[in-house]
């Protein structure tokens, strides 16, 4: 995830000829490319690494590094390349991590080797701070709504695409097919990546070192990246962590694990495009917020009782909804107060911080899970997304009230 830098005046262009136009097409498609790389075998993961002999405290680990690596590498890229004013070379190191994780995959069918796949796959992640602030330096400033949007609807269709996919491939060409795939997209991406151009701000407008301090003190951006570590560690203990093994308990067959997906994503995708504009004039920042957690725990905590497919996808066409509320209004408000030259460094932050819930949420659910069952994991998120309830209304008064409302504005998804 990421905002946009919101100063296209102020960015230069070099090492590939071809026009705008031309640069922001051949991105999207990379971006598409990503995104289908890291997210094809998403919905098989759990069940996957379980199939390898392994406990839920293990699947657990495995699901968690992802986030652990985020927490590690995030941070450090933004930084590095509002230092260095580059931004294609971490463009490159997220296209070959990506590929290099699916390649790790397949090295070996043990759980070991899927743990350290998925810590490479979650260093490909963390470079999508870059990706988000270069491809918003392709507009000016007045445009960036639209820059968001783009990004956005390329991002959703990549992840649907590549999770509706998944259950099927696996069932018809097994387990290891989905790595296939993921490897090859990612190395087509990266040979269209060589012609992007680099991407770098005026002199003037250069990161420096000494600025840090103040960036991740910005008391807004810090509150709002606590809310979304609770919000991802719901995330990714239900939708890409345990509720496809809670389909599987149920009978679903891997085939069918595509209309689960299905029923998140849509909603979700909707959501995040028109929900937190619609909600937020009638609720305000701080309602919607409130009501998209508050719905997400309803639902989170259905999704052990549901006997059916069918009804465990209905709670997940209500969970994709509620948690598309959230994340565009949170992203939002985290680079709100930053000045533009300083945005990478801030999302690095917001997203270091916020893989801390991508790896807590559910490694923790998977110790939850060995104790109660997959009851217990989902015990888990129902309280973290109330407790994020909670949060909202103490922490964003004070934005609503000085009139602080993002809610009217597209904003970038990406985990």
């Excluded at 995959?105 to 490909?124: C, D, T, Y």
């Excluded at 559910?362 to 949060?391: E, N």
Aim: overall charge positive; proline content about 4%.
């Amino acid at each position: 995830m990421a905002a946009a830098e919101g100063r296209g005046d102020a960015v230069t262009s070099a090492g590939a000829p071809g026009k705008k136009g031309s640069s922001r097409f051949f991105f999207l498609v990379i971006v598409f490319m990503f995104w289908f790389s890291s997210y094809i075998y998403v919905p098989v993961l759990s069940p996957y690494v379980e199939h390898l002999g392994a406990s839920y405290v293990m699947v657990g680990a495995v699901l968690g590094v992802y986030g652990l690596m985020q927490i590690l590498f995030r941070l450090p890229i933004g930084i590095g390349s509002d230092v260095l004013n580059r931004r294609r070379p971490f463009i490159y190191l997220g296209l070959i991590a990506s590929g290099a994780s699916c390649l790790l995959f397949l090295a070996g069918a043990a759980p070991g080797w899927a743990l350290a796949a998925r810590a490479v796959s979650g260093i490909a992640a963390s470079a999508w701070v870059v990706y988000s602030v270069m491809f918003a330096g392709y507009f000016p400033k007045e445009e960036a709504g639209r820059a968001m949007g783009m990004l956005q609807f390329t991002t959703v269709i990549a992840q649907l695409t590549s999770m509706m996919v998944s259950g099927y491939i696996v069932d018809h060409w097994g387990w290891n097919t989905p790595f296939v795939i993921g490897g090859i997209v990612a190395a087509a991406a990266l040979l269209l990546a060589l012609r992007l151009p680099e991407q770098q701000l005026e002199k003037r407008d250069a990161m420096r070192i000494k600025d840090l301090a103040g960036v991740v003190k910005e008391p807004l951006l810090v509150k709002v990246s606590l809310l979304s570590v609770l919000a991802h560690c719901v995330l990714f203990i239900t939708m890409f962590g345990y509720t496809p093994n809670q389909a599987l308990n149920i009978g679903a067959s891997k085939e069918s694990l595509g209309w689960l997906t299905l029923a998140f994503m849509l909603p979700h995708a909707v959501a995040t495009l028109y929900g937190s504009r619609l909600f937020g004039r009638w609720l305000g920042d701080r309602g919607t917020l409130m009501l998209g957690f508050a719905g997400s725990a309803v639902f989170t905590l259905l999704i052990p009782s549901m006997p059916t497919l069918a009804a465990l996808c209905a709670t997940q066409i209500g969970n994709g909804f509620m948690q598309g509320l959230i994340f565009p209004l949170l992203l939002g408000k985290s680079v709100s107060g930053v000045a533009p030259f300083k945005r990478a460094t801030a999302m690095g932050f917001y997203q270091a911080m916020y893989a801390i819930g991508m790896s807590s949420g559910p490694f923790v659910a998977g110790w939850m899970s060995a104790a109660y069952g997959l009851r217990g994991g989902f015990w888990l998120g129902a309280i973290a997304a109330s407790l994020a309830a909670v949060l909202s209304w103490f922490w964003i008064r004070t934005a609503a009230e000085n009139g602080k409302q993002l809610s009217g504005e597209r904003q970038l998804p990406g985990r």
